[in-house]
């Protein structure tokens, strides 16, 4: 199962609206980073409204692709984090350190807007 | 499988990057005019450019969509139709008549900005 990634000028936009099993994101990550090289985006928003659950090694990934996809040059922001998810993170000692998050798709499109265009 | 609908705005973006078996595409289109009603939506952006074939009951399906959004007050363009795609549809002598299209989701987006907030 494919992430479809979205392109909207120099963003990228991710609604993540299946199960998040390890190796669909795994395939994420790495078709997120192509696409990011491919279209020369300079922002990502990744929109975890849909997702109720999240476990260690998903948690990894995400924090993963945040870290690379600065290396490559591109700002990542993750909105719509559930109480659930965040509880579940918090708990498992994973703080998504230097993150940017938002609470919706719009809020998280802006503040890489603010940031990258000031 | 279904098609994730993301909201943006007052818009709607979705971008098929699966296959669009018949099941697929009637989800998608109950999905759809559900996301209309319950967010409110006034303009829908249905990127097209992953999908490579397309037949006469997906062609179908994709104008009743259109009309039915219609219906609800909600703008639709479709945008991305691959030369190919293009082609099947002529040659099989679907117009897709009063069906806004424009080249790719951004420009898609700025048509139905334009529409609808002059």
Chains 1, 2 share one sequence.
Do not use: C
Request: net charge negative; no cysteine; hydrophobic share 50%.
């Amino acid at each position: 199962m494919r992430i479809p990634i979205l392109k909207l000028r120099q963003y990228l936009l991710i609604s993540v609206q299946v199960e998040l099993d390890d190796q669909t994101a795994l395939r994420f990550q790495e078709d997120l980073l192509n696409k990011i090289h491919s279209e020369g985006s300079i922002g990502v928003v990744i929109d975890l409204t849909s997702v109720d659950m999240i476990d260690s090694f998903i948690a990894k990934v995400l924090g993963d692709v945040v870290d690379m996809s600065g290396l490559m040059g591109a700002k990542v922001v993750l909105t719509g984090i559930q109480p659930a998810v965040a509880i579940t993170l918090i708990d498992m000692g994973i703080k998504l350190q230097d993150v940017r998050t938002a609470l919706d798709l719009e809020q998280g499109l802006e503040k890489l807007q603010l940031e990258l265009e000031g």
